[in-house]
């Protein structure tokens, strides 16, 4: 029933952009907050970005400046806009909902920038 479903993933430049999506069903998407995480070969999941109910974001040091997070409540979607895109910021992304101690994930999306 519970489902988070990510896209916009993808092969891109580096320098280049990708905004990604994440669309929640299945559960009150506006009483959650919401998070994007990363994770690359070899690598922790890290935090990227989070977005609160009440519209509060925080960023990792990595990412800051170059990405936004955002969300639509009417649309049960959260975003990451991701700009200036470089290597190491290759990784499968996976969005998260957390509200109190209950939290749900979604399988992932691949992004990989190359030359």
């Known amino acids: 029933q519970v489902q988070l479903v990510e896209s916009g993933g993808g092969l891109v430049q580096p320098g280049g952009s990708l905004r990604l999506s994440c669309a929640a069903s299945?559960?009150?998407?506006?009483?959650?907050?919401m998070d994007w995480y990363r994770q690359a070969p070899g690598k922790q999941r890290e935090l990227v970005a989070g977005?609160?109910?009440?519209?509060?974001?925080n960023y990792a040091d990595s990412v800051k400046g170059r990405f936004t997070i955002s969300r639509d409540n009417a649309k049960n979607t959260v975003y990451l806009q991701m700009n200036n895109l470089k290597p190491e910021d290759t990784a499968v992304y996976s969005c998260?909902?957390?509200?109190?101690?209950?939290?749900?994930w979604g399988q992932g999306t691949q992004v990989t920038v190359s030359s």
């Open positions: 299945g559960f009150i998407f506006r009483l959650y907050d």
């Open positions: 998260h909902g957390l509200r109190g101690a209950r939290g749900y």
């Open positions: 977005i609160s109910t009440g519209g509060s974001t």
